[in-house]
């Protein structure tokens, strides 16, 4: 029986394509390459990823785990500013010197955040949420990316 993921499976995996970009984009930057591509495909995932959480994970955490609304406020105020480095760096022109300290800024507060949402919130989230409960927010998930995926552009 192959069992798909829970939704913090889901997200723990979107964590781990986050680290991944930030290794490809770091990689690049030593190489004195533009993050283009890479920088627009780390954009993309994290205000996907960023907004399936608030919408999906947060209520039930803020609702039904132990001091979950402190740790979801917590993580809201890390999405914000996650956005904005990220509207920044979109709004740079190529070549630009504040490239890099953006870069850096936004990659220390990734990892912070990433590890943050893995130590506290998933662990607090899987102690109190049943796992019939976190399966089914899995399922939701996945439709409702497919339904997207599925509209087209």
């Given at each position: 029986?192959?069992?798909?993921?829970?939704?913090?499976?889901?997200?723990?995996a979107?964590?781990?394509?986050v680290?991944?970009?930030?290794?490809?984009?770091?990689?690049?930057?030593?190489?004195?390459?533009?993050?283009?591509v890479?920088l627009?495909?780390?954009?993309?995932?994290?205000?996907?990823?960023?907004?399936?959480?608030?919408?999906?994970?947060?209520?039930v955490?803020?609702?039904?785990?132990?001091?979950?609304?402190?740790v979801?406020?917590?993580?809201?105020?890390?999405?914000?500013?996650?956005?904005q480095?990220?509207?920044?760096?979109?709004?740079?022109?190529?070549?630009?010197?504040?490239?890099?300290?953006?870069?850096?800024?936004?990659t220390?507060?990734l990892?912070r955040?990433?590890?943050t949402?893995?130590?506290?919130?998933?662990?607090?989230?899987?102690?109190?949420?049943?796992?019939?409960?976190?399966?089914?927010?899995?399922?939701?998930?996945?439709?409702?990316?497919a339904?997207?995926?599925?509209?087209g552009?």
């Amino acid at each position: 029986m192959n069992r798909r993921p829970d939704i913090l499976g889901e997200f723990t995996a979107e964590h781990r394509a986050v680290e991944d970009l930030l290794v490809r984009i770091e990689a690049d930057r030593a190489e004195d390459r533009a993050p283009g591509v890479l920088l627009d495909r780390l954009t993309d995932l994290l205000l996907s990823h960023c907004a399936a959480e608030e919408e999906h994970l947060f209520p039930v955490v803020q609702h039904d785990v132990p001091d979950g609304g402190a740790v979801v406020f917590r993580c809201i105020h890390d999405h914000l500013a996650i956005g904005q480095y990220l509207a920044d760096l979109q709004a740079l022109p190529s070549g630009d010197p504040a490239l890099g300290i953006l870069l850096n800024g936004l990659t220390e507060l990734l990892r912070r955040h990433l590890a943050t949402e893995e130590k506290q919130l998933f662990t607090a989230a899987r102690k109190t949420l049943p796992a019939a409960e976190r399966a089914a927010l899995g399922e939701r998930l996945r439709a409702e990316r497919a339904e997207i995926a599925g509209a087209g552009p």
